[in-house]
């Protein structure tokens, strides 16, 4: 018989199995609780989210690049490229795979590329990021060299896209009309900015798989959207013409120690701008110009014309009948109106001249008392029909309206003033295109710089520019009669007069305007020369406009000879002959 064990020992033994038993269930029910949490995450993983999951997987396993579109092209009217864009590429990194090298491949892009390298390894250890721009339009040499230096170095995670670079061939020709882009390669001035949506196309797209460090997988799916190139632009400018009024331009306002020259020739039967010059210019390919170089001052800046502004006032006279060129004016030595007196450029008594005569002076008082045959609303709508106080239709953004109060606003004394160029501003294109109403029989052509699309090796022609009649053509004629008389030996600008040609031509010089007081400033001018060749039949007309030049100037001493010469040039370069024609036997005096 065994022994018996003792009584309180049976009751351990009998306890430690009921919790052995609670702990086994409590083991199963946290073991089932875990199993129920996986199972419930796998379902989510592989049900629910898997699209989710499965994109991001891609994307961690996958690099975007862009494609930068080209550029369309610029060319002058003869195809000849004036900004154009050449093979460049941007130098891009993968933060993730650079990070821990950054001062590494940093110094080497300063040595090869001139990067600046503490912005440079901010951009390798750019945080969160797979993607950072080093550096953009870089030419495709220079970028090969970097690049071979970082391989040779064992330095990964940098690579290079292709980012065309702008150029401009002829480097400061027709630098203000074309403008440049930016660092991103976007329009900032001219006709890049204008035209900028057109030009810039549409970028594409490339997506690669890649490896876990980062590098393209070869012969792995891709997709890729191709980039579509711009629309390139036809100019009307020749670039021959535009090279030599450029520097001639130049020449002048320098030896003038002017402040500032422009000077623009249009076909007169189209309005066509052949060259628009400026100086001081830019040069787009070198990046240290300032924004305000890059301003276009044939469209968007003002000045008061001066004198030029006598033959709108005679041909609205003509267009009346209230004038001829034989017309007689007895001219006082002075006149007070309003308070002010007003006279000649030049002491006189009183002398007798005719509208032809005026024009030939270039008197301010035989202009005032021919145009008081006009009242104010009469003499304004004349000035809105030849452009003034509105844009010209050139389509080019920042273009000026100018300056032209409402006629129910003038004063006996501004009525006087408007009349011979003061107290009315105006740009540059809007005067040439005005005086070549004129020259063209009195049709006022809107003025164009784009005569054609670029579009796939084809040009699409632009649109024609509307026009409309300011004035009759025997009106028109009349005024050409008189504007003959100021390049002959008796009249304000021989200078201007081009040998074997008629030249119809009127100087300009008005005070300049303080922009701060708003007062004029005595010995300070802005001095003008406008004309057409030939007179009898005219082809081309070229304005000529010097900003305070040193010792006042005058228009047909200063600006007539600029004139003279981009004129010869333009009328050589397309083969106009001589007419033969004889100047006009037109009386100045009586």
């Known amino acids: 018989m065994s022994p018996r064990r003792p009584r309180g020992e049976a009751a351990r033994l009998a306890h430690g199995r009921r919790t052995s038993a609670r702990r086994l269930r409590v083991c199963f029910v946290l073991i089932a609780v875990v199993l129920s949490l996986f199972a419930g995450r796998l379902f989510q993983l592989q049900g629910i989210d898997s699209g989710a999951y499965a994109a991001r997987a891609v994307a961690e396993g996958t690099s975007s690049v862009v494609l930068n579109a080209a550029r369309g092209e610029i060319t002058d009217r003869n195809g000849a490229p004036l900004a154009t864009s050449v093979d460049a590429v941007a130098i891009t990194a993968d933060p993730k795979m650079t990070a821990s090298s950054a001062t590494e491949i940093a110094e080497v892009l300063v040595q090869q590329l001139g990067l600046d390298y503490f912005r440079t390894v901010e951009r390798l250890r750019k945080p969160g990021s797979r993607f950072a721009y080093l550096a953009r339009k870089v030419p495709t040499y220079d970028a090969d060299e970097a690049m071979a230096a970082?391989?040779?170095?064992?330095?990964?995670?940098?690579?290079?896209?292709?980012?065309?670079?702008?150029?401009?061939?002829?480097?400061?020709?027709?630098?203000?009309?074309?403008?440049?882009?930016?660092?991103?390669?976007?329009?900032?001035?001219?006709?890049?900015?204008?035209?900028?949506?057109?030009?810039?196309?549409?970028?594409?797209?490339?997506?690669?798989?890649?490896?876990?460090?980062?590098?393209?997988?070869?012969?792995?799916?891709?997709?890729?959207?191709?980039?579509?190139?711009?629309?390139?632009?036809?100019?009307?400018?020749?670039?021959?013409?535009?090279?030599?009024?450029?520097?001639?331009?130049?020449?002048?306002?320098?030896?003038?120690?002017?402040?500032?020259?422009?000077?623009?020739?249009?076909?007169?039967?189209?309005?066509?701008?052949?060259?628009?010059?400026?100086?001081?210019?830019?040069?787009?390919?070198?990046?240290?110009?300032?924004?305000?170089?890059?301003?276009?001052?044939?469209?968007?800046?003002?000045?008061?014309?001066?004198?030029?502004?006598?033959?709108?006032?005679?041909?609205?006279?003509?267009?009346?009948?209230?004038?001829?060129?034989?017309?007689?004016?007895?001219?006082?030595?002075?006149?007070?109106?309003?308070?002010?007196?007003?006279?000649?450029?030049?002491?006189?008594?009183?002398?007798?001249?005719?509208?032809?005569?005026?024009?030939?002076?270039?008197?301010?008082?035989?202009?005032?008392?021919?145009?008081?045959?006009?009242?104010?609303?009469?003499?304004?709508?004349?000035?809105?029909?030849?452009?003034?106080?509105?844009?010209?239709?050139?389509?080019?953004?920042?273009?000026?309206?100018?300056?032209?109060?409402?006629?129910?606003?003038?004063?006996?004394?501004?009525?006087?003033?408007?009349?011979?160029?003061?107290?009315?501003?105006?740009?540059?294109?809007?005067?040439?295109?005005?005086?070549?109403?004129?020259?063209?029989?009195?049709?006022?052509?809107?003025?164009?710089?784009?005569?054609?699309?670029?579009?796939?090796?084809?040009?699409?022609p632009a649109g024609a520019p509307e026009q409309r009649r300011v004035v009759s053509k025997k009106a028109a004629s009349m005024v050409t009669q008189m504007m003959e008389t100021v390049t002959q030996e008796d009249g304000s600008a021989p200078q201007a007069a081009i040998p074997g040609y008629q030249v119809a031509g009127k100087t300009g010089t008005a005070w300049r305007v303080d922009p701060d007081t708003g007062r004029y400033v005595r010995g300070e001018n802005t001095v003008s020369f406008v004309g057409f060749a030939p007179a009898d039949k005219p082809r081309f007309v070229t304005y000529v406009v010097l900003d305070n030049p040193a010792g006042g100037g005058s228009g047909g001493g200063t600006a007539g000879p600029v004139f003279r010469d981009i004129m010869s040039t333009a009328l050589q370069t397309y083969g106009v002959a001589p007419t033969g024609a004889k100047a006009p036997d037109t009386p100045t005096e009586w």
């Not at 030599?244 to 249009?266: F, H």
Request: hydrophobic fraction near 35%; glycine fraction near 10%; proline fraction near 4%.
């Open 150 to 460: 970082l391989e040779k170095a064992g330095l990964a995670g940098v690579f290079t896209e292709r980012d065309p670079l702008r150029a401009y061939p002829g480097d400061e020709v027709a630098a203000n009309v074309l403008g440049v882009v930016d660092a991103k390669g976007e329009g900032v001035a001219g006709l890049e900015r204008s035209f900028d949506s057109m030009l810039a196309g549409k970028d594409g797209r490339a997506t690669y798989e890649t490896s876990p460090s980062g590098e393209r997988i070869p012969l792995a799916d891709s997709t890729v959207t191709e980039p579509r190139a711009g629309v390139g632009l036809r100019t009307t400018i020749d670039r021959d013409l535009q090279w030599y009024a450029d520097r001639r331009l130049a020449q002048a306002v320098k030896e003038s120690k002017s402040d500032w020259g422009v000077a623009i020739t249009l076909d007169t039967k189209t309005s066509q701008v052949v060259q628009m010059s400026q100086a001081p210019t830019f040069n787009p390919n070198d990046r240290d110009f300032t924004i305000d170089s890059t301003k276009a001052l044939a469209w968007q800046s003002v000045y008061e014309p001066g004198s030029v502004q006598k033959v709108v006032t005679m041909a609205a006279l003509a267009d009346q009948g209230k004038i001829t060129p034989s017309t007689r004016i007895k001219i006082p030595s002075e006149m007070e109106i309003d308070d002010f007196t007003i006279g000649d450029y030049w002491d006189h008594g009183t002398i007798k001249l005719t509208a032809a005569g005026v024009i030939a002076k270039s008197s301010n008082l035989g202009t005032i008392l021919a145009a008081q045959q006009m009242d104010d609303d009469e003499m304004y709508g004349y000035l809105r029909r030849f452009g003034f106080g509105g844009r010209t239709g050139l389509g080019l953004n920042g273009e000026t309206k100018g300056l032209l109060a409402k006629p129910s606003t003038w004063s006996r004394a501004n009525h006087a003033t408007i009349a011979f160029g003061q107290g009315i501003s105006v740009s540059p294109i809007q005067m040439v295109t005005a005086v070549g109403a004129i020259a063209n029989g009195g049709t006022y052509v809107e003025p164009s710089l784009v005569n054609g699309y670029l579009r796939d090796g084809t040009v699409e």
